[in-house]
C-alpha cells in the first residue's frame, strides 16, 4: 500500500532553515508527482511546493524563493529544504502524492523565538 513518511520538522528562530524529508513506498515514486502541503492552526491546507515526476517545480507565492523542493527517484524520497523561515510558516507539513491523493502523517514546523 502507499506510504508516506515525513521527518524534519521541530522548532527554529525565525530567519533560520530546516529541511524536511518524504520517504515514500507502495508505488512506483518516479512516475508520479509529488508536493508538500501545509496546515496552519484554523487554516484550510495549502499547497507548499510542486515536483512533477520530470522535476519541473512549483511554489506558492509566499514561500518562493526560500523554499525549495527537490526529488530523489533511486531513494524514493521527496525533500523541502525551507531558509529564511518566517513565524507565519509555522504549521503542520505534509508530503503528497500529486495534488493530495495520499498525505503522510505531518511533522511540525514551529518558527518562533
Known sequence: QVRLVESGGGLVQPGGS?????????????????????EAPGKSREMVAYINSDGRRRYTDSVEGRFTISRDNAKSTVDLQMNALKPEDTAVYYCGRGYGNYWGQGTQVTVSS
Open 18 to 38: 530546516l529541511r524536511l524529508s518524504c520517504a515514500a513506498s507502495g508505488f512506483t515514486f518516479s512516475a508520479y508527482d509529488m508536493s508538500w502541503y501545509r
